[in-house]
């Protein structure tokens, strides 16, 4: 199972190009697509699942043309877009079905197995009579998991999850998305490093419509392994570093400002060495595009 981007590219009719010439290769499992607000991650979600054309280049899923043979894809897509609207007084078991029909689930007792297999599947069962509208984030997106798993998903898209939960809500949802990556893809797309060090074993960076990054994230830390170093400075020093230092984020604790930066050797000055982690990956790429300061 693979999906294959090809220098893909969108320019809106503003004039902002979102997708400038991406090309990736994705394969079976979790892949974190990372990227800042306004990256083109949306963008890109949506013309994988069908819903925007681009103005060049091919995407393929297992040899089917993506961007042509539209129904053959729908039919193997699971799609939780960022904000899906919800009939706030229809309940979950009766959406769900509704769902199931349109995914082409005609028998009405194949229907019910259906979904409440997949209401079970995401903690849901329990709440299968209460309107959707009373439902909190975390539940929504458990029931956004479930109404993307109708009609057995090939290929998952995820669009910014976690956005809105809250720690424990959080958890249940990277260990339910875990469980998906084993026979399909699921492609997650967000601007939280956590969820894609938690849950990815494949990912990419992209900033402003390009690739920046694209391997594993664990090759991602061992590159920048031994150049990491950090030093707690005051917060009106801060303009002497930033242009003496390749500074990939800075952080305030206490008052005063942790700085992180990258070096190939020692930089000296009180700088210590400390581990890399996914976080420096995403901002050492990001930085070379975007000021970390205004991220
Ligand atoms: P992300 O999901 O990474 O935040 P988007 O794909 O939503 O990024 O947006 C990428 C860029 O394209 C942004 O600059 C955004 O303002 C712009 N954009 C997104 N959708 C539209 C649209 N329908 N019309 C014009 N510009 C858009």
């Not at 979102?18 to 979790?30: F, P, T, V, W, Y």
């Not at 109404?147 to 090939?154: M, V």
């Not at 190939?264 to 060495?273: Q, Y």
Request: aromatic share 6%; hydrophobic share 40%.
């Amino acid at each position: 199972m693979e999906l294959i981007i090809q220098n893909l590219s969108k320019t809106y009719p503003n004039g902002v190009t979102a997708l400038n010439d991406i090309s990736l290769h994705i394969k079976q499992g979790m892949f974190g697509l990372l990227g800042p607000n306004g990256a083109g991650k949306s963008t890109l979600m949506r013309t994988i699942a069908t819903l925007q054309d681009a103005d060049g280049g091919s995407i393929t899923l297992d040899g089917i043309d993506v961007l042509h043979e539209k129904q053959k894809v729908r039919e193997r897509l699971g799609y939780l877009p960022q904000d899906f609207g919800l009939y706030p007084r229809i309940s979950a078991e009766v959406m769900l079905d509704h769902i199931a029909q349109m995914k082409g689930v005609i028998h009405k007792s194949e229907r019910k197995e259906l979904v409440g297999t997949l209401l079970q599947k995401v903690n849901l069962f329990k709440d299968r009579k209460k309107a959707l509208g009373t439902f909190s984030g975390g539940m929504r997106q458990r029931f956004g998991i479930a109404q993307a798993l109708a009609g057995n998903p090939s290929l998952i898209i995820v669009d910014e999850p976690t956005a809105g939960l809250d720690p424990s809500e959080r958890n249940r949802f990277y260990n339910l998305l875990s469980e998906l990556g084993e026979n399909t893809i699921v492609i997650l797309s967000t601007h939280i490093v956590e969820d894609v060090s938690t849950l990815c074993s494949n990912m990419a960076i992209i900033c402003k419509g390009e690739v920046l990054m694209q391997g594993k994230p664990s090759d991602g830390i061992a590159e920048l392994q031994g150049q990491i170093f950090q030093k707690s400075i005051e917060k009106a020093a801060l303009s002497e570093y930033k242009g003496n230092y390749n500074l990939i984020a800075t952080q305030l604790k206490e008052g005063k400002l942790s700085l992180r930066i990258k070096s190939e050797s020692d930089p000296g000055n009180g700088f210590v060495p400390v581990p890399a982690n996914l976080e420096d990956v995403y901002f050492s790429y990001i930085s070379q595009k975007v000021d970390p300061i205004t991220l």
